[in-house]
């Protein structure tokens, strides 16, 4: 079964970085692009960024271009959330998403001094 895995959250002070990983199993991963959502307290999910399935096509929400990059692993299975610059209003949990309706189950990304 489809099955995605997020890791790499934690608390961070604004202006750090962190990268986020997003292990994927239980399909042919280099078939189907991915994606990042968050979700900040009492918001709604929102799209981050996403990416083909090569690689070659790249898509950010305009509140993170420029301070966050989305790349993939074929190899590994694995796409990454490198984020920079991070900023309070960052803080959420992020998803790993995949076409179908797949979701991971999230992590928790707290920017705070």
């Known amino acids: 079964q489809v099955q995605l895995v997020e890791s790499g959250g934690g608390l961070v002070q604004p202006g750090g970085s962190l990268r986020l990983s997003c292990a994927a199993s239980?399909?042919?991963?280099?078939?189907?692009?991915m994606s990042w959502y968050r979700q900040a307290p009492g918001k709604e999910r929102e799209l981050v960024a996403g990416i083909s399935s090569t690689g070659g096509s790249t898509n950010y929400a305009e509140s993170v271009k420029g301070r966050f990059t989305i790349s993939r692993d074929n190899a590994k299975n694995t796409v990454y959330l490198q984020m920079h610059s991070l900023k309070p209003e960052d803080t959420a949990v992020y998803y790993c998403k995949r076409r179908g309706g797949y979701w991971g189950k999230g992590t928790l990304v707290t920017v705070s001094s």
């Open positions: 239980g399909f042919t991963f280099s078939a189907y692009g």
